[in-house]
């Protein structure tokens, strides 16, 4: 069991107990000492789950990694297969065709089950996207409305740009919306401008899940 599933079989413990009354996002939020809306962001997978929040959540349910572990075992051998988009995501590649696949991809059900028309993609060469993502890379990719919508800057989108599809970061500016990579996250100057902002259907679906070498790798 990896890290990343230890996570979201977290998360949806706690979606549960939301759900069935026996607690609330305020009230985990009080407990923890972190913001509702962070809560509720994490929740919604808008955010990422990290290890102090993790571990606080756990002291706050009086479980451990164990329970999690127990709790998990019917559903993490359940799996889900998604579509394995044909070619390449990346600087081989001159469109981004969700609808054109070559196969599928078995998932654990536990990393895909909330996501909407999933697609998993190969990546190909971008050197603007590296270390974090390296060609040959299986990416998972959540198509839903909501993932495309609900812009995070944590989060990597696949975005149609002027070169073609490319794994990037998005970043708002008052009504403007702009693109960057992991290279210039950082340096404002090197952002690109989305022409239309978040009304341009530029934003085609939001990076969820890495596979490198068989090794899941999770925090996107």
Known sequence: MTFAQLHEQLLETVRQRVRNGELTE????RLTGISQPHIHNVLKGVRILNNSLADAILLQLRMNVDDLMENSQSEISAVRNIPLMAGWLGQESGTFEPGRTMGVVAIPALVSAALWRPVMARLGRD???RPRFEAQDLVLIDQAVRAREELCEDSVYVVDTRLGPRLRYLRAAGEQVFLASEASRNEPKRWELVEGGEDSGAVRGR???LSRAFALEGGF
């Open 207 to 209: 990076v969820t899940w």
């Open 127 to 129: 050197d603007e996207t």
């Open 26 to 29: 305020r009230s985990l939020a």
